[in-house]
């Protein structure tokens, strides 16, 4: 067990800061249940943190001891290891925007993935899954528009179109035209009316 546990921090060691290690990506080292075993093990004596079901992320070591990794990079990277589009939520892109003053005290992200928590260190990570139409233009300024609005709803989202139109590019606006056919039908109405005036 002690030559797999070795191994297992020689792959976590490689890997940048924030990228997890799944379980399933350390099955050629032994069986799943001997894998699983050990980095239960690695993550109670602290070597390793446990993110979540099957997912581990090596502690980042500083002159002041060790610390949790990044949300961002964390979520960054496991959007590239599962394959998923993983963006912030309606409220942190509200925020990024301009939109409110409010600042999110959970991290949310939306993902085309499973609803779940990732926990990094003492920072607790909520990933929800959203539909596709507030995923369609990922990471780019028209996704936050388009998150920050029906973040606002219906009601609200009206009164943020001047500021938008205002500060978002020509091409952010056509992004968000093209993107409209997918959108609900309050959102699709709005975004036309904050394009083409």
């Known amino acids: 067990m002690e030559r797999m546990a070795e191994s297992i921090m020689n792959v976590a060691t490689a890997l940048p800061e924030g990228v997890p290690l799944a379980a399933k990506g350390l099955l050629h080292l032994g069986s799943r249940a001997a894998v699983d075993q050990t980095l239960s093990r690695l993550a109670a004596r602290g070597e390793l943190i446990r993110a979540g079901r099957g997912i581990y992320m090596r502690p980042v070591q500083t002159r002041f001891g060790p610390r949790s990794?990044?949300?961002?990079?964390?979520?960054?990277?496991?959007?590239?290891?599962?394959?998923?589009?993983?963006?912030?939520?309606?409220?942190?892109?509200?925020?990024?925007?301009?939109?409110?003053?409010?600042?999110?005290?959970?991290?949310?992200?939306?993902?085309?993935?499973?609803?779940?928590?990732?926990?990094?260190?003492?920072?607790?990570?909520?990933?929800?899954?959203?539909?596709?139409?507030?995923?369609?233009l990922g990471s780019k300024t028209s996704g936050q528009a388009v998150r920050a609005l029906a973040w606002l709803g219906p009601d609200e989202a009206p009164k943020a179109l001047p500021f938008l139109r205002s500060?978002?590019?020509?091409?952010?606006?056509?992004?968000?035209?093209?993107?409209?056919?997918?959108?609900?039908?309050?959102?699709?109405?709005?975004?036309?009316?904050?394009?083409?005036?």
């Open 69 to 136: 990794p990044s949300a961002e990079q964390a979520i960054e990277a496991l959007a590239v290891q599962r394959g998923e589009t993983i963006v912030p939520s309606g409220a942190a892109a509200a925020n990024a925007l301009g939109l409110t003053t409010q600042v999110p005290v959970k991290s949310v992200y939306l993902t085309s993935g499973r609803s779940r928590v990732l926990n990094l260190g003492r920072q607790a990570v909520e990933l929800r899954h959203a539909p596709r139409w507030q995923l369609a």
């Open 167 to 197: 500060k978002l590019t020509d091409t952010a606006k056509t992004e968000l035209v093209s993107a409209a056919p997918q959108f609900p039908t309050w959102l699709a109405r709005l975004v036309g009316e904050m394009v083409h005036g």
